[in-house]
């Protein structure tokens, strides 16, 4: 089946070589390149939130700690910083599909196994290798979709793999609190493996992009990891997307992780309506996400991230002020508009910035370093609200945007229409 998918991209390549890329539409290969990357992004953030959602449940029945519970939400972070490094330097050797099938076997096997661990430590083993899978989706599907879409439409191209990750998370802040209390954080686990399959069966009707077929083919492979600091401009970059992949998802996850707390504990709202405020957030972030993606292609990369980091730190101040519940629905629609849509930049970002042999090592390494850091997050958040108040701890994420701003504007290059090497 591989050599055979192999044998059409190749046969792709020559038929399509006739026109330049930059002038091609979108295909119906591109379409199904950015259907697979999108619904297995969206398998990650259903798991994800999920667990946020079921802590309180999980750790009464198992007697988990504050910090365990924060614990199993950084270890699965973690883990997915080993498997980013791993499999997003596979994929560079042996191919964006095979790889990202991998991904979805490990972590599918490892999330179902969540639904029956008896206590806190193979919990968190299951957690950590379900992280491991995870952690090839993002890099590997982005590289992918900007791989198969025309230069004109990168930035957006991956602005909707990402709101692949914020439809999933918009799946478990609805469903949760209908299925929850029916078949338990257990059957929770369950279910958290059915999108794999979807993927599963997508990714199969995928061969490789032409881009890495002609690589492949015409290419003696270099070391991908020596190739993210070759020389001081590259390196340059590298810390810089480093920077801004770490603020985003400490951000994001210091936030959503404990936003349903947050509201049942400050506000006294129950499962069902602390579902419904994070759900409107999550409807804004989408909704970020997709007008990233739309500036980026139009006025350039560095110019719109600039936009929604400074707006993210004074909407992160304001939020945290809020004590009127109607207020604090539609001010989380905004928060979330402009915390996370800066998501749908990084794909494209990362894309432009590095060679085809290197790509989705770059993607997968380079943003689950910042998945890492941002993984401390939840445990930072939840102590500073133990020890002050929520209102504090969240007040206290704005002063991370600045050092976004800086590491924007001085280390990260301008790639808009930038043709893929």
């Known amino acids: ?5 192999e044998a059409n991209a190749k046969a792709a390549v020559c038929e399509r070589s006739i026109a330049p890329a930059a ?3 979108p295909d119906k290969y591109a379409w199904k ?4 990357s999108a619904i297995g992004y969206a398998m990650d953030g259903f798991d994800l939130l999920i667990l946020g959602f079921m802590l309180p449940v999980i750790a009464l029945e198992l007697h988990l700690t504050t910090q365990q519970s924060g614990a199993l939400v950084t270890w699965t972070l973690i883990g997915a910083v080993a498997g980013g490094i791993i499999f997003g330097a596979l994929s560079d050797r042996f191919g964006r599909i095979r790889v990202l099938t991998w991904t979805i076997v490990l972590f599918a096997v490892f999330t179902g196994l969540c639904a029956f661990a008896t206590g806190f430590y193979d919990l968190l083993a299951y957690r950590t290798i379900a992280g491991i899978g995870l952690g090839g989706e993002f890099g590997i599907g982005m590289a992918l979709a900007a791989e198969a879409w025309p230069a004109k439409h990168r930035a957006r191209v991956s602005s909707y793999v990402a709101l692949g990750w914020q439809s999933g998370v918009l799946a478990a802040s ?3 609190p209908l299925l929850l209390p029916h078949i338990g954080w257990r059957g929770m686990f369950l279910l958290g493996v059915a999108p794999a399959l979807v993927a599963w069966v997508v990714r199969n009707k995928l061969h490789e992009p032409e881009v890495f077929v002609r690589t492949k083919t015409t290419e003696k492979k270099p070391n991908a ?9 590259t390196t340059r970059t590298s810390l810089g997307i480093v920077i801004l992949c770490a603020v985003q998802n400490f951000g994001y996850y210091g936030i959503m992780i404990w936003l349903p707390t947050y509201l ?10 602390s579902a419904l405020w994070t759900s409107v957030t999550i409807v804004g972030m989408m909704v970020g996400v997709y007008v990233f993606g739309q500036l980026a292609d139009r006025i350039g990369r560095k110019p719109t991230f600039v936009m929604f980091q400074i707006g993210a730190a004074a909407m ?4 945290s002020t809020l004590g009127d519940p109607t207020v604090m629905l539609w001010a989380g629609a905004l928060l979330g ?5 800066m998501i749908g930049g990084y794909g494209a970002l990362i894309s432009e910035a590095y060679p085809t042999a290197a790509r989705a090592t770059a993607q997968n390494t380079l943003f689950n370093i910042g998945r890492a850091v941002g993984g401390f997050g939840p445990i930072v958040v939840g102590s500073l609200a133990a020890t002050y108040s929520f209102q504090a701890a969240i007040a206290l994420l704005a002063s991370i945007y600045v050092l976004d701003v800086i590491a924007t504007i001085f280390l990260v290059p301008e790639l808009k229409g930038k043709e893929l090497d």
Do not use: H, P, Q
């Open 1 to 5: 089946m591989e050599k055979g998918m």
């Open 23 to 25: 002038s091609e539409r």
């Open 33 to 36: 390149a950015l259907a697979g």
């Open 174 to 176: 609805l469903l949760t």
């Open 225 to 233: 990891f020596r190739m993210l600091v070759i020389d001081r401009r």
């Open 264 to 273: 049942a504990k400050t506000l006294g709202f129950g499962l069902t309506k």
């Open 316 to 319: 992160v101040v304001v939020y």
């Open 337 to 341: 508009m402009l915390v996370n849509g």
